[in-house]
């Protein structure tokens, strides 16, 4: 059973406006968030990150937010570019589980120029 | 620049075949993994490494065994390659981050095709 779901497999968006990607878990241990980003045959890129006691994190255009009663986290890029077309992969963390990253299947992002 | 590296970017190898996927890290992380990613799937977990010699197994680890002498070197062997194993791999490695949190950093990936 998928412990990190991202259920929207694609997402369009005119280049300027916000992309929005949600992703759910469901095992109350994790304690650290993350996006990373996948373009093509090439390895994912770590994007941004956020830790179980806080509720936002924001790098630039980037910015996660975390809600713990939910199990919901969400990415929002502002405003999104044309070179932000790619996958991006929601994962999580358990400090007791040996440090491993489980991962969602991923949203697809297209943003249109 | 913090680097890991995979010894391939493609392979093609026939069923049945013995197929040795390397991986090298130079940032002195202890953990280590190997995953594959599949369309709809996501990245799913096929063994970890925790220190040199020291594994355990993900998600999916059937038909699949690791290696680890060196702690920047982290191997994953199909014992004897099938179709269903076409997919691309992905090495990545962690500092274990005892006091904080820590991103995991990713080879450039293998696409292996299985004939």
């Known amino acids: 059973d998928q412990q990190v779901k991202q259920n929207s497999p694609s997402l369009s968006v005119q280049e300027g406006r916000i992309s929005i990607l949600n992703c759910d878990y469901t095992?109350?241990?994790?304690?650290?968030f993350l996006w990373y980003k996948k373009y093509p045959a090439e390895g994912p890129t770590f994007l941004i990150s956020i830790s179980s006691i806080k509720d936002k994190n924001e790098d630039g255009r980037f910015t996660v937010f975390l809600n713990k009663s939910a199990k919901h986290l969400s990415l929002h890029i502002v405003p999104s570019q044309p070179g932000d077309s790619a996958v991006y992969f929601c994962a999580a963390s358990e400090a007791a589980a040996g440090n491993k990253l489980t991962f969602g299947g991923g949203t697809r992002v297209l943003v249109k120029p | 620049d913090v680097k890991v590296t995979q010894s391939s970017r493609y392979l093609v190898k026939r069923t049945g075949e013995k197929v040795f996927l390397e991986c090298v890290q130079d940032?002195?992380?202890?953990?280590m993994f190997w995953y594959r990613q599949d369309p709809g799937l996501g990245l799913r977990l096929i063994y970890f490494s925790y220190d040199v010699k020291m594994k355990e197994k993900g998600d999916i680890p059937e038909g699949y065994s690791v290696s680890r002498e060196k702690k920047e070197r982290f191997s994953l062997i199909l014992e004897s390659a099938s179709t269903n194993q076409t997919s691309m791999y992905l090495c990545a490695s962690r500092d274990p981050g005892y006091l904080i949190n820590t991103e995991a950093f990713f080879g450039q990936g293998t696409r292996l095709t299985v004939v």
């Open positions: 940032m002195d992380h202890e953990n």
């Open positions: 095992n109350s241990m994790f304690d650290y």
